[in-house]
């Protein structure tokens, strides 16, 4: 572990631009890189990525979405008490034909019960273009199942949204460091003050 306050010179040489940042050296190659803050979960998913090779080339790892959401998202959600329907098809209305497309995550208070929300996960947002298509996406779902909120999601961290018929904003972002040191309950809580 090196402290890049106190290691300008290997800060620069390897391009840290932002702490935390986590390098994979393999006999001295770097073999791929995370920034920000990593729960448990993905931690034991990328030193498992590691040691079976499957992380190669220098660049930014990030799992896919399925194993995002079993290692850091459905323990987050059933830490709050809720379960937690996978791949639900959802019927869109679009311009002169429906559309169909699948709903990452579903989450319910109780069985048989309306959803409380829903969840687009997404393996990463590189900027506010990504956010705002992975939000519009789940905008649409969200309203063919009449819901007032959505939540976009991705190992960096939570987006909570109100939504009606004719729009959608981001009421809050909460960062993964966020969620794992003082926030783990406040999505929820935001999310029954939003239904």
């Given at each position: ?76 959600i059933q ?72 939540i976009v ?43």
């Amino acid at each position: 572990m090196v402290q890049i306050d106190h290691a300008a010179f290997l800060s620069e040489q390897w391009g840290v631009v932002a702490s935390p940042t986590l390098m994979v050296f393999v006999h001295a190659d770097r073999q791929g890189q995370v920034i920000g803050f990593l729960p448990d979960g993905l931690l034991n998913l990328l030193a498992d990525d590691v040691i079976q090779g499957a992380v190669t080339d220098d660049s930014y790892w990030s799992p896919v979405e399925e194993r995002f959401e079993d290692a850091a998202l459905i323990p987050l959600i059933q830490s709050w008490g809720l379960t937690v329907q996978r791949q639900v098809a959802c019927a869109l209305a679009g311009q002169n034909r429906a559309q169909r497309g699948r709903i990452d995550l579903l989450l319910y208070k109780h069985a048989g019960q309306p959803p409380l929300t829903l969840i687009e996960s997404k393996r990463q947002i590189r900027g506010n273009e990504d956010l705002q298509a992975a939000a519009h996406q789940a905008y649409g779902y969200a309203r063919s199942l009449t819901l007032t909120s959505f939540i976009v999601a991705t190992p960096r961290g939570l987006w909570i949204y109100r939504c009606d018929s004719e729009r959608f904003h981001c009421v809050r972002h909460f960062t993964s460091l966020e969620l794992h040191q003082q926030a783990p309950n406040r999505p929820y809580d935001l999310l029954r003050q939003l239904r």
